[in-house]
């Protein structure tokens, strides 16, 4: 693997920066919120259950920010070493949400910390909440200045080009440019998604090891119903994006549907598999639904890959990263869809089938599948473009011979940092027992069902 070109290898490294990183930095953004939810309700019901998850919650989520701001500064590191040519020629164009990304961590750490010492502090609980809203802020912040940096690279604006450098660069509309707005919305849907889906997982989990405690069944019926209307607002969100798609990046939606030929009406293939010829097997081709997806009508023409240059066209391969990162998001509507049905209908006291439950378990996990597919697209199906039109992926690597020895100490750092993650959590959970923590918080025991 060392003896890759400095390229491949500076692409490898990055992936895996982001691949790490990602799930951190969801979870950094969405558990804020799922935190104040649980603490309003709390104070809005006077129910300490409440209370006693966003505590929890809250200890839970300071580990995963600690991790998650090593994976950031490592991307801000290879920013620099892997990708120089980059930085030199659109520096310029993305310094403003760099530079106010710091500021929203900055924000999002300090509240933070105000917000774990000073629980009991106050005599109107909501003072100590509104401590949190900073923090939910912050974190979203961060994600939306990083993610227009990401969307720039896709749909670049606000600079012009001369003698290979981004020049008379106008910093706003370089940030707000045509994918800010589905990408970072996406992003923040995502991640509350996941956030939501991970913390009913543990409490579905709970509910499968016996416990009965009335503690864990409010948990996982608030972060069920949380995970429903996330996981909603990301489809629909989702549908945004692929509007955009046929409007500003349309190989990258050709690419991703098998859409070779421009046309009205195009059908939409779902999985399948292309010979040697370019012919697909196999696959569902569901009439009209392509170019409904681009513009909402049957009629809308849909560009398709035989327009571009071959050497200008994403690869194939993420059809199936599209298809798949759909899938998955119809799976996650639907088990919080069947768990509220079940809720409704059977009322709360009947309790919830072994299979359900694992379902609900599996929400986490698939939302991580689902952001890793989404990011491993939006990344490879910009291909071969590093900035979109104006510079390629070649053109911006370092040339250096060292980076597989880089490649090797971060992998290393990476399952050092998750496995502790993991570890830690596991410890600090495990030791300190609901039961224990409710009675120190003078919550009565008779919350079993």
């Not at 996981?231 to 945004?240: E, K, P």
């Not at 513009?295 to 240059?309: A, D, H, M, Q, R």
């Not at 996990?365 to 039109?389: K, N, S, T, Y």
């Not at 250096?400 to 959970?429: D, R």
């Amino acid at each position: 693997m060392l003896s890759m070109d400095p390229v491949t290898l500076s692409r490898i490294l990055t992936g895996l920066t982001l691949f790490v990183h990602i799930i951190f930095a969801s979870i950094g953004v969405g558990v804020p919120l799922m935190i104040a939810l649980a603490e309003w309700r709390g104070i809005r019901t006077k129910d300490p259950h409440y209370t006693l998850l966003a505590r929890r919650w809250a200890r839970g989520f300071v580990i995963s920010v600690a991790v998650g701001v090593v994976t950031g500064t490592a991307i801000g590191l290879q920013l620099s070493l892997l990708w120089p040519t980059f930085m030199r020629v659109a520096g310029h164009a993305i310094a403003l949400p760099l530079f106010m990304e710091t500021f929203a961590f900055f924000i999002e750490a300090i509240f933070l910390g105000m917000y774990l010492y000073t629980w009991d502090r106050f005599k109107k609980p909501m003072l100590h909440l509104l401590l949190l809203i900073p923090v939910a802020i912050g974190s979203s912040a961060s994600a939306f200045f990083i993610t227009s940096l990401n969307a720039f690279m896709n749909s670049p604006q606000g600079f012009t080009l001369r003698n290979g450098v981004f020049t008379d660069v106008q910093p706003l509309a370089a940030m707000f440019n045509p994918a800010t707005p589905t990408k970072v919305s996406h992003v923040l849907a995502s991640s509350y998604t996941l956030s939501a889906g991970l913390l009913a997982g543990i409490a579905a989990y709970s509910m499968l090891r016996g416990r009965k405690e009335v503690y864990f069944r409010k948990a996982l019926n608030l972060t069920v119903m949380a995970s429903f209307i996330f996981a909603a607002s990301t489809a629909i969100i989702g549908d945004f994006s692929g509007k955009f798609l046929a409007h500003y990046q349309p190989e990258k939606l050709a690419a991703a549907e098998w859409h070779f030929e421009t046309m009205t009406q195009a059908p939409l293939i779902f999985g399948g598999v292309r010979d040697e010829n370019g012919n697909v097997h196999y696959a569902l081709k569901i009439p009209y639904a392509l170019s409904i997806l681009a513009g909402n009508s049957p009629n809308t023409k849909v560009i398709g890959l035989e327009e571009f240059p071959v050497d200008e066209r994403p690869p194939l391969l993420i059809h199936y990263m599209f298809d798949l990162k759909v899938t998955i998001g119809v799976v996650l509507l639907a088990i919080p869809f069947l768990f509220l049905l079940r809720r409704r209908f059977r009322g709360k006291s009947k309790g919830y089938p072994r299979w359900l439950l694992l379902g609900v378990v599996a929400l986490g996990p698939l939302a991580m599948a689902a952001i890793e597919l989404g990011w491993m697209f939006a990344e490879i199906g910009r291909q071969p473009w590093i900035v979109r039109g104006y510079m390629k992926v070649s053109e911006a690597a370092t040339t250096s011979t060292s980076v597989g020895y880089m490649l090797i100490l971060f992998v290393l750092l990476y399952i050092v940092l998750c496995a502790s993650c993991i570890a830690v959590l596991v410890k600090l959970f495990r030791g300190k027992d609901v039961n224990d923590e409710m009675k120190q918080l003078g919550i009565p025991e008779g919350g079993r069902s």
